[in-house]
């Protein structure tokens, strides 16, 4: 079969082996679509700039797909059922797992991470990583729903979004999903960024007057750019309320230090979060994954306006130049068809 493999500073489209199902991987999907994340680009650039050779040079996890193989009975799921791939894979039996916090799992496995992903015509996971979606739902669609498991996450830890002012900084596929959230659930969101996207609220990230008219009044901010961005957690803290909640998103590059007006933070007693992907819901009764595919499910068509690129999977390296020249092409979702 086809696939995109990353390594020793070169991406190919290349053949490599069909995967084959077994007692725990029991379900082959053919990928239909697959999304491209920040934190692949991130890996990518990792592996290139340390001419790296990997054991999983297959990238991506924003996955949808049909089933084409169940190994052993399965009344829930059956050939050709149309799905979306949950793409970590934890043991349910560690300190962390049986916490409800999945995320941090002592022998967690991950689709595009620690195995082979889903930039490849076909991929195993087990039944327990797969959710049905809508027959109105396309498979670009469909690989929102990693993207939306984040979101409610974001939108767990944040608290309650009804009636309350939220500021989110950065105006990428995870700052405009969680803008959309916000509006699902209530709140009034304004976006920070460089581009305005769609119907949002928008402040541009260097319009100094308009930042310091909005300064302390908002009761949640949530910072979604991450990287090695120097500003956007001080940011957060100027437009954080005096007992405001900053809920921190956004993927910072390992080891990076940054500077934070940390006076500020403890004169208005701000709450200071971290996001990690995502788990269970706070009374660990349910994955938050299960909601996401409830939204997506319900809000497919608003949440499809985050898509705005596609290509065949051939065609890899555009939609990677797409994603890192956004000022012009204006990028939000990138999303390739192997199939």
Do not use: W
Not at 32 to 50: A, E, K, Y
Request: net charge neutral.
């Amino acid at each position: 079969m086809k696939a995109i493999k990353i390594y020793k500073n070169k991406i190919e489209y290349t053949d490599i082996h069909e995967p084959k199902v077994d007692e725990k991987f029991n379900v082959l999907v053919r990928v239909m679509s697959v999304g491209l994340c920040g934190s692949d680009v991130q890996r990518i650039d990792f592996i290139n700039s340390n001419n790296q050779e990997i054991n999983h040079p297959v990238l991506g996890h924003e996955i949808s797909g049909i089933i084409e193989e169940i190994k052993g009975e399965q009344a829930t799921f059956k050939v050709g059922d149309r799905v979306a791939i949950e793409p970590i894979i934890y043991c349910n039996s560690c300190k962390y797992c049986t916490e409800g916090n999945f995320q941090f799992c002592e022998n967690i496995i991950a689709l595009g991470k620690t195995i082979n992903g889903g930039f490849a015509q076909k991929v195993v996971v087990p039944i327990e990583n797969i959710h049905k979606l809508q027959d109105d739902i396309d498979f670009d669609t469909g690989t929102l729903l990693d993207l939306c498991s984040v979101c409610v996450h974001i939108h767990n830890l944040a608290g309650d979004f009804s009636g309350k002012n939220i500021a989110i900084i950065g105006d990428g596929a995870v700052g405009l999903m969680t803008a959309t959230f916000v509006e699902i659930y209530g709140g009034k969101a304004i976006i920070i960024g460089k581009r305005k996207n769609g119907g949002y609220n928008f402040v541009n990230f260097e319009d100094v007057r308009k930042l310091k008219e909005i300064e302390s009044t908002f009761d949640i901010v949530i910072e979604t750019v991450g990287r090695k961005n120097l500003t956007s957690l001080n940011q957060a803290i100027s437009l954080s309320k005096i007992k405001g909640k900053i809920v921190v998103a956004g993927v910072f590059a390992p080891e990076f230090m940054l500077p934070i007006t940390a006076r500020t933070l403890f004169y208005k007693e701000i709450t200071l979060v971290g996001a990690n992907s995502y788990s269970y819901d706070h009374n660990k009764s349910r994955s938050e994954t299960l909601y996401a595919i409830e939204i997506l499910n319900k809000h497919y068509k608003k949440l499809s306006n985050l898509i705005t690129h596609k290509y065949p999977l051939q065609k890899f390296e555009d939609g990677l130049n797409a994603f890192r020249n956004k000022d012009t092409s204006h990028a939000i979702k990138i999303v390739f068809n192997p199939s």
